[in-house]
């Protein structure tokens, strides 16, 4: 399956800041997608990034706060806007290869927390 | 997508084999199972998935009952490498367009 890397890996910010972040795949997928993990819980689904198009944003979701960029099949970046403590989290990367069985994989993820 | 039910916490003997429960009685016929696992501070880690036979590859294997309404991750020989929290998903076969959506899983504790 393909491996995918995110920048940085975790970043202190202060409120009111903008952090963006990388996802950079090692072969080309089909779907990019981005999550949120909220400390000490499951993964939500933010949007699915969409290749020289506006992103598919989930419920609770807008673009103003999550502008989603994906030039490629490879690359895509999640911008995380005006920042306050409650967007203190972890932001992972995924896609898909469209293959035999459509695993979906994951990159390590960027932690991130605001002061 | 089905929803899927998971017991919040297993604990495990190390060397023993881990059995991880996951109830879907609203699957539908053309969705999958799959298997996710995560552990601290990575990613979620593809593990294995099925539609109605059971599945065994070089991590686990998969029973799911014969009508499909609950299944069993199966861990034979747990190791502390293992604690983890493991996610049951149910979701349609497709193209890969629809992603994953994530449950609160099971979080196995591996112990000496």
């Known amino acids: 399956s393909a491996v995918i890397s995110q920048k940085p890996s975790r970043d202190i910010c202060q409120r009111g800041t903008s952090l963006t972040i990388q996802c950079q795949v090692d072969?080309?997928?089909?779907?990019m997608f981005w999550y949120r993990q909220q400390p000490g819980q499951s993964l939500t689904l933010i949007a699915t990034?969409?290749?020289?198009?506006?992103?598919?944003?989930e419920s609770g979701f807008v673009i103003d706060k999550f502008p989603i960029s994906r030039p490629n099949l490879t690359f895509s970046t999640l911008t995380v806007s005006n920042m306050s403590p409650e967007d203190s989290s972890i932001y992972l990367c995924?896609?898909?290869?469209?293959?035999?069985?459509?695993?979906?994989?994951f990159g390590p993820g960027t932690r991130l927390t605001v002061l | 997508d089905a929803k899927t039910t998971q017991p919040p916490s297993m604990d495990c003997a190390e060397g023993r084999a881990a059995n991880l429960p996951c109830n879907h009685s609203?699957?539908?016929?053309?969705?999958?199972v799959y298997w996710y696992r995560q552990i601290h501070s990575q990613g979620p880690q593809y593990i294995i998935h099925?539609?109605?036979n059971n599945e065994t590859n070089e991590m686990a294997s998969l029973i799911i009952t014969e009508d499909r309404k609950s299944s069993t991750l199966i861990l034979p020989h747990a190791t502390l490498r293992d604690t983890a929290v493991y996610y049951c998903?149910?979701?349609?076969?497709?193209?890969?367009?629809?992603?994953?959506?994530f449950g609160k899983g099971t979080r196995l504790s591996v112990i000496a």
């Open positions: 099925g539609l109605k």
């Open positions: 998903i149910v979701r349609v076969y497709s193209s890969g367009n629809t992603p994953l959506v």
């Open positions: 990034a969409n290749q020289g198009s506006e992103a598919t944003y």
């Open positions: 995924s896609g898909t290869s469209g293959g035999s069985y459509n695993e979906q994989f």
């Open positions: 072969s080309q997928v089909t779907m």
């Open positions: 609203t699957i539908s016929g053309n969705e999958y």
